[in-house]
């Protein structure tokens, strides 16, 4: 059994209040149903016990698309980029990517409009990126922190399509290394993360780390994304739990990021950033145990995926498509 963390107090005091219809919310936490055990991400001088510190700057997004909440993401009105989006995953979609035109969050610029994201009309807006921010830039992608591949419902992949889920991100590492790391994770999520009720369920947060440099003068160019997964494996017996990160530069001869265990994304968003971020909550004291994937490199499709359980044996598990031994 898996105890509750220092936060379950704060969890609990919020426990009555149901997922809001109004996007842009004063609380994360009511939109907390996306995050492990309710928990936000622990971000010092940001986002801590679940208060934002700076109200006027990182607005909570409780992603809305017809009156139906999808997803939560944190964002930052100064530099025009989200800080972090979460997602509960829920398993295999037969949906297919759709096409869908960008959207934006009427809320960020008036909270009196409707709370509904909304297509972009072209307009250039004061509290958020736009259309017209991203088009003609040679070299970036809308770059989704909450891929659309995520996502369960035709409503959870559109929603993800909103521009307030959008960084300046290099085509060819989005399309490269960050794409097959995507991919990978969705395998396991797929094939492992399978509860004790036999539900898929898995909780991905997904973040932005913000660089020196700007596009048009509006956007934050991130100098790095990273990306955390935590969900209970009844096949294994354990909760499993990894993390992603890649500098925000053109892929070369990288084909896979490594697969990282979550202390190591803390110590590496520690010693990078001012503010690191702490993507699950997580005491030594009150978790039992949250077992991380091994770091080898993650070739999902060439390659075994070693989880270690409580003896420190290897126990190799058989992923998709490919099965090779690791070099």
């Known amino acids: 059994m898996l105890r509750l963390p220092p936060l379950a107090a704060l969890v609990l005091l919020f426990s009555s209040i149901g997922p809001s219809v109004a996007e842009v919310v004063p609380l994360i936490a009511q939109c907390q149903q996306f995050f492990l055990q309710n928990n936000p991400p622990e ?3 940001i986002l801590v016990g679940g208060n934002i510190l700076n109200q006027n700057r990182y607005k909570p997004i409780c992603q809305t698309l017809a009156n139906t909440v999808t997803f939560v993401t944190l964002y930052d009105i100064t530099n025009k980029i989200p800080v972090f989006s979460a997602y509960k995953y829920n398993g295999i979609s037969l949906v297919p990517r759709p096409k869908t035109p960008w959207k934006i969050e009427p809320q960020l610029e008036n909270p009196n409009n409707n709370a509904n994201m909304r ?7 004061n509290n958020q990126a736009g259309t017209k921010d991203y088009n003609n830039q040679q070299g970036f992608d809308r770059g989704h922190l909450l891929p659309s591949c995520y996502g369960f419902s035709q409503e959870d992949k559109i929603s993800t399509f909103t521009l ?5 991100q290099v085509d060819t ?5 960050w794409s097959n790391m995507e991919n ?3 395998c396991v999520l797929d094939e492992y993360c399978i509860n004790n009720n036999g539900l898929r369920e898995g909780y991905v947060v997904i973040g932005a780390q913000p660089g020196n440099n700007f596009l048009k003068n509006k956007m934050n160019i991130p100098s790095m994304l990273w990306s955390a997964f935590c969900c209970y494996s009844h096949s294994q017996g354990m ?5 992603h990160w890649g500098q925000n530069i053109p892929d070369e001869n990288q084909k896979y990021l490594q697969t990282k265990t979550l202390a190591e994304l803390r110590n590496e968003l520690g010693q990078t950033i001012e503010h690191h971020i702490w993507p699950f909550y997580y005491n030594a004291w009150n978790f039992t145990y949250i077992w991380s994937l091994h770091y080898h490199t993650w070739h999902c499709q060439y390659h075994i995926w ?8 290897f126990i190799y598990i058989w992923p ?3 099965h090779i031994y690791p070099s």
């Open 164 to 168: 307030t889920n959008i960084v300046p």
């Open 119 to 125: 297509k972009d009309n072209g307009a250039v807006y």
């Open 306 to 313: 070693p989880f270690y359980n409580h003896t420190w044996d």
């Open 184 to 186: 990978c994770v969705k």
């Open 173 to 177: 590492f989005n399309q490269g290394s």
């Open 43 to 45: 971000i010092p001088g």
């Open 239 to 243: 909760w499993l739990a990894s993390a």
């Open 320 to 322: 998709c498509y490919y």
